[in-house]
């Protein structure tokens, strides 16, 4: 189950994921981001404007993987799906969310940081979660800990990942991708130029390129 999305994930090495707060943001920001090589996105669902601000990056950019993140609710998974969101991510694990999700064949990455959490999303059928808060749940060495009793299982952290250490993550078999918001972080483009969000995303994918080959 979702062995494609994982291959995909894979290979993007690092997801940004995005707080917008105005939709004519979206556009700008998906360019900028897919002329850096970043070609995905996670629009969360922390602001009003999030499902539209999917639809929008996906239509300014449609070779962009564009999902949803902070999705705490079946509704909000409608709700991105009908946006055209190509993958579903959870700060925590919501079986209501994990089941619907898995239902309409749509990916998900659930939040899990406990074997116990990882024991459910395994029993489900999922290979792959989020770790979050990344940082505070002891990093790559709880990570590592995880992955030896779950073997092949993988994970994508975020929450304070960020160039000072997004190379030692993605050096870890255990990880997938990382997620984070150290390239869109909303004051890089308040003045409306995305040049510095290309420039930092341009950087973290010479770390991806580096690590991955
Ligand atoms: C998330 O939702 O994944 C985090 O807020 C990202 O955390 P960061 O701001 O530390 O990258």
Avoid at 8 to 31: N, Q, R
Avoid at 101 to 108: A, N, T
Avoid at 125 to 146: D, E, H, M, R, W
Avoid at 179 to 201: C, H, N, R
Wanted: aromatic share 8%; with cysteine; glycine share 8%.
């Amino acid at each position: 189950m979702f062995d494609q999305f994982y291959t995909t994930l894979e290979s993007l090495g690092i997801v940004p994921v995005v707080v917008l707060d105005k939709v004519e943001d979206a556009a700008p920001l998906a360019h900028a981001l897919m002329a850096a090589g970043m070609k995905s996105a996670e629009v969360t669902f922390r602001t009003a404007c999030a499902a539209e601000c999917i639809a929008a990056m996906a239509e300014a950019e449609p070779e962009m993987c564009v999902g949803a993140g902070t999705v705490l609710t079946v509704e909000q998974v409608e709700q991105a799906r009908a946006a055209g969101a190509k993958f579903i991510v959870s700060p925590g694990y919501n079986e209501d969310v994990v089941k619907h999700c898995i239902d309409i064949e749509l990916p998900v990455l659930p939040g899990t940081v406990t074997p116990s959490e990882v024991t459910a999303a395994e029993n489900l059928g999922l290979k792959v979660t989020k770790f979050f808060p990344a940082s505070q749940y002891g990093g790559l060495n709880t990570i590592k800990a995880l992955a030896a009793p779950f073997v092949g299982h993988r994970f994508m952290p975020t929450g304070g990942v960020s160039t000072a250490n997004v190379e030692e993550y993605l050096s870890s078999s255990a990880i997938i991708a990382c997620g984070g918001t150290w390239m869109v972080k909303p004051a890089l483009f308040a003045d409306g130029d995305f040049s510095k969000v290309e420039q930092i995303a341009r950087e973290a994918m010479d770390v991806v390129k580096k690590v991955r080959g």
